[in-house]
């Protein structure tokens, strides 16, 4: 069988191929594109639908051209954002980015509907004002929620736009702050006590099975036929499918956000859970992941790009390996969530600062804002961690790691660097069966990935 895996992440979306191979996974990269919100007229941030769809179909073209037509395609995202569908079959345009401010002003409306507290114990989805919860709730004070049949989250619109076929995929679903951690299916208590119109919400989808083959329209612009997959489309989950973790150690998927957490069969709807703002977003056959958002890359991403991308990645830790600055700061304030300039953002906590001081203060930071998090985690499940997994493309980032591991004590293991995609690309081997379970899977995984201990 021959997969693709269609990897869209907040600055750049990717198409991996993959076969199996003498009990190996090989992977390629075929195609990679841009991503990114644009500022409309308006002065929101969206998403450019329409673009992301012209990439996914370019690639698949890439992949006729170079001979590697799939058997399968899986889509994941991130999480929260979506589209709304009237009765046109046509894909909106834009969606909303989660960036966007708008749901600042509604949220104390939301909670005084009922309270986060009442939410959490139904959900189990922690705290965040850009859950989808509160981009619906303006949508529906908009009068937005009018014409609308359907929500489909990104990855689940963009993969009705390839089959004509509507499913709405659990783990992606999860993130919307509406699903009930205990039935695995909408809350329609909650649905109901804040207005949101039934029709929107079907039946859910458990990852790793197919969806249906592309359009016969799709197929004929990209010249073949192949089956779509519902896989763990929020690509968080899809990353921790790929990790090496079955001895229950905690992982960090490491990206523009970090997620650090674990997995769990149960979600944990406690106070202190709670409180620690921990979150039990979907995983495979209807588990969890008890994890908690750290914002991540995203800050050094944002001063490389202030900066006219004159430094690279590598360069920016070198700098900073050469001023290890004694400043830091909160990662997780909301003055770094969108602000017009990081630079300014950051030297506002930290004072004026080199390039290289800063970079430092950015790495530390998140490295302290970890080893809080892995200290909650501890207390939270009673248990005592040695190991720590990271993987994602945050992974090369070899400083970050050293940081890591000293702040927090504990073995670090790094890889794979391409889990998101691998995870994919998992799910879609499950639903092929070709590989039987997800032990198997991860056992093919670490004979076919570098995974390195720090």
């Not at 590697?68 to 899986?74: T, V």
């Not at 989808?205 to 016969?216: E, Y």
């Not at 202030?306 to 909301?334: N, Q, T």
């Amino acid at each position: 069988m021959r997969y693709i895996a269609i990897d869209i992440g907040a600055s750049s979306g990717r198409h991996i191929y993959a076969e199996y191979k003498d009990g190996k996974l090989l992977t390629q990269e075929i195609y990679r594109f841009p991503n990114g919100p644009k500022r409309g007229e308006d002065g929101h941030l969206y998403w450019d639908v329409n673009s992301l769809f012209a990439n996914i179909i370019a690639g698949l073209k890439e992949a006729k051209r170079l001979n590697k037509a799939p058997d399968y395609i899986g889509i994941d995202t991130w999480g929260v954002d979506y589209l709304l569908f009237s009765h046109s079959p046509r894909l909106p345009g834009k969606a909303y980015c989660y960036r966007d401010e708008r749901t600042l002003s509604i949220v104390d409306e939301v909670h005084d509907k009922i309270s986060f507290a009442s939410l959490y114990e139904k959900t189990g989805i922690q705290y965040q004002p850009f859950n989808t919860i509160y981009q619906l709730y303006c949508d529906l004070k908009s009068g937005a929620l009018g014409k609308a049949k359907r929500l489909l989250m990104l990855p689940d619109a963009l993969n009705f736009a390839l089959t004509g076929l509507e499913a709405q995929e659990y783990t992606n679903a999860t993130t919307t702050g509406l699903v009930n951690c205990q039935t695995h299916q909408w809350d329609m208590d909650i649905i109901e006590t804040l207005g949101f119109p039934k029709e929107l919400f079907g039946p859910l989808s458990m990852p790793g099975h197919v969806l249906g083959p592309l359009k016969d329209e799709v197929a004929n612009e990209v010249g073949f036929q192949a089956e779509v997959v519902n896989v763990a489309s929020h690509d968080t989950a899809s990353a921790v499918l790929a990790a090496p973790i079955e001895d229950g150690s905690p992982y960090i998927s490491s990206g523009t956000w970090s997620l650090l957490g674990i997995e769990s069969p149960t979600p944990h709807t406690d106070k202190e859970s709670r409180e620690y703002n921990y979150s039990n977003e979907g995983s495979l056959n209807g588990g969890f992941r008890y994890q908690k958002n750290i914002m991540g890359l995203w800050i050094i991403q944002q001063v490389r790009k202030e900066l006219g991308d004159i430094y690279s990645f590598a360069e920016l830790a070198e700098l900073a390996r050469e001023k290890r600055s004694p400043f830091v700061f909160d990662v997780d304030d909301p003055l770094f969530l969108a602000p017009e300039s990081m630079l300014n953002a950051i030297q506002n906590r930290i004072g004026e600062a080199t390039i290289g001081e800063i970079s430092y203060a950015v790495y530390h930071s998140l490295a302290l804002s970890y080893k809080k998090a892995i200290g909650e985690l501890s207390r939270l499940t009673g248990r005592k961690f040695e190991k720590l997994h990271i993987i994602g493309g945050g992974g090369n980032n070899a400083l970050l790691n050293e940081l890591t591991a000293k702040e927090s004590g504990l073995q670090v293991v790094v890889g794979p660097i391409e889990a998101t995609a691998i995870g994919n690309i998992l799910a879609q081997s499950l639903a092929s069966e070709e590989v039987a379970n997800l032990n198997e899977g991860r056992r093919i995984i670490r004979q076919s990935f570098s995974i390195k201990e720090e």
